[in-house]
């Protein structure tokens, strides 16, 4: 896993939405947040300079500081909301996703407009925190992958 720059975030890899929507998580993501250990995932809109979404588990989220999201948001955590349908709350969007086999995830084409991406994007996969990781699009992380010396797995 590369650091892209000394004290600097780490990133997984560099995932690719597929023309059908779907998108693999980097394995060593998937390992260091257990994404097998829910069916689903929670995603969140990304922040404005990195854009993209953030992904997280209800087994991680729940327990944490952040738990009390999934009570505002019972629809996301219930699953009684459509598939990938975003819902507002303090200023991000959250939605839910099955996890398919291989850690993939199939985004719906109206989550990808919301989201500003679309098949064909590239995503870099970047540790966030203990109890999510970010798919980014943009911003001062991706110029630092383009410069980067080194290899950035590709999924």
Not at 56 to 62: D, E, I, N, Q
Not at 78 to 92: H, N, S
Request: proline share 8%; glycine share 12%; hydrophobic share 40%.
């Amino acid at each position: 896993m590369p650091q892209l720059n000394k004290g600097g975030k780490y990133v997984f890899g560099i995932s690719l939405i597929g023309d059908d929507g779907s998108l693999v998580i980097p394995p060593e993501a998937a390992d260091e947040y257990h994404i097998e250990l829910d069916d689903t995932v929670i995603i969140f809109s990304g922040s404005r300079s990195t854009g993209g979404f953030c992904v997280t588990r209800p087994g991680l989220l729940r327990p944490s500081a952040l738990g009390h999201i999934l009570d505002e948001l019972p629809g996301v955590e219930g699953r009684t909301v459509p598939a990938g349908e975003l819902v507002r709350y303090k200023g991000r969007r959250y939605a839910w996703l099955p996890v398919g086999g291989q850690a993939t995830l199939a985004i719906p084409a109206r989550t990808m407009a919301d989201l500003e991406i679309a098949p064909g994007t590239r995503l870099l996969c970047i540790r966030s925190s203990d109890i999510a990781f970010t798919m980014g699009a943009k911003g001062p992380l991706w110029e630092r992958a383009r410069s980067y010396a080194g290899e950035i797995p590709s999924f």
